[in-house]
């Protein structure tokens, strides 16, 4: 079984920063990409970032140049740098990971984290 360990979320005015973290743990396995979604009431999950064990990322026009993932292998652990922080950022954060264990892929999602911006 592999856990996904969310940290970092709360509360900040417009225009403020917050940073995200991620840990995975559990029996031994190979990340593939790990990511941030996120969810609005009502709505379904959106991406926010992805970044692939080789460094490759992946943003939607909404959060790039404010957001920054990025990953340390050694510690199995992803980072969502949130910049200049609006409103409409105000969601549920879910940390993804896609992973290979014993030959099969397996994809988990955090318990997520909340991340309230005021105007």
């Known amino acids: 079984q592999v856990q996904l360990v969310e940290s970092g979320g709360g509360f900040v005015q417009a225009g403020g920063s917050l940073r995200l973290s991620c840990a995975a743990s559990?029996?031994?396995?190979?990340?593939?990409?790990m990511g941030w979604y996120r969810q609005y009431p009502g709505k379904e999950r959106e991406l926010v970032a992805t970044?692939?064990?080789?460094?490759?990322?992946n943003y939607p026009y909404s959060v790039k140049d404010r957001f920054t993932i990025s990953m340390d292998n050694t510690k199995n652990t992803v980072y969502l740098q949130m910049n200049s922080l609006e409103p409409e950022d105000t969601a549920m954060y879910y940390c993804n990971a896609d992973i290979s264990l014993i030959g099969r892929t397996y994809n988990y999602w955090g318990q997520g984290t909340q991340v309230t911006v005021s105007s």
């Open positions: 970044i692939a064990t080789g460094g490759g990322t």
């Open positions: 559990g029996i031994p396995f190979t990340i593939n990409t």
